[in-house]
């Protein structure tokens, strides 16, 4: 099993992964969203939307929403939260390689870094292709996620957070040697007792995913350091990159 298969691994690291301040940050992210990719209204779909907290955003603002994610947990939890918020999203159990709705989409994103799952790359560049043919002509697909020159900075140090209820999350991330993949260990000790957890997932510099997301058929793509749309460059917290989906030609025989 993959490790993001493993629904057990969702439903422990839950309140880590999801804490109330992450849930709430949502709110000003879907603002910024909207900002950078001026796209005000219609259809959004929220790729691994896990809990849900972008999509339940978008819904509360008027946008038509497909919530796509394949734990059932997570999406256990963003029924429970559009159901609080009294809003209609569509839930899809999906898998990210599988799901493609042609034409049907506005916006896409793919936030907090949902992407680069796959061992082959092939299979994240079909990842790519399956939004650029969900999105109408035109459509815009946002990617927010840690990026590699982000990494290089930093560095590998482990990092402590304490929760408040009480659990201590060790979090130590590796790189592979050409630093193209990043494993985070994680333990969570709570009680006196710990419990080891490790992501695995490709690590893409600004023009690596740049590249990919135009081989995968996008018009034109820019790169910012956060969804607030500051410069990406060393100083970077994140790269998000804008995606965008060429006008459709006009079709037809050409006048003759
Ligand atoms: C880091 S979480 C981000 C969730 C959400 N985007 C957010 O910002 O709160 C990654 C999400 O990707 C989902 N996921 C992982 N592998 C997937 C796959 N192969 N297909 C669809 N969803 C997947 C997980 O279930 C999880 O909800």
Known sequence: MEWFEDEGL??????????????AAA??????????TGVASGAVLDLCCGPGRHAVEFARRGFSVTGVDRSGFLLERARESAEAADVAVEWVRDDMREFAR??????ACNLFTSFGYFAREEDNLRVLRNVGES??????????MVGRERMERQGME?????????????QQPH??????????????VKG???????????????????????KSGFASVRLYG?????PYGPEARRLVAVARKAHGRPSGRPAS
């Not at 969702?10 to 849930?23: D, G, I, N, Q, S």
């Open 10 to 23: 969702w439903r422990e690291l839950y309140p880590y992964v999801f804490p109330a301040e992450r849930v």
């Open 226 to 230: 956060d969804l607030g749309g500051s």
């Open 175 to 188: 790189v592979n040697a050409d630093w193209t993949r990043l494993e985070n260990e994680w333990t969570v």
């Open 102 to 107: 042609p034409g049907a989409f506005d916006l």
């Open 135 to 144: 999105l109408r002509d035109g459509g815009t697909f946002v990617m927010d």
């Open 192 to 214: 006196g007792r710990s419990r080891g957890y490790r992501f695995e997932h490709y690590l893409y510099s600004g023009p690596g995913l740049e590249e990919r997301l135009l």
């Open 158 to 170: 482990p990092r402590e957070t304490r929760f408040a209820d009480g659990a201590v999350l060790a």
């Open 27 to 36: 709110e000003g992210q879907v603002t910024q969203i909207v900002a950078l």
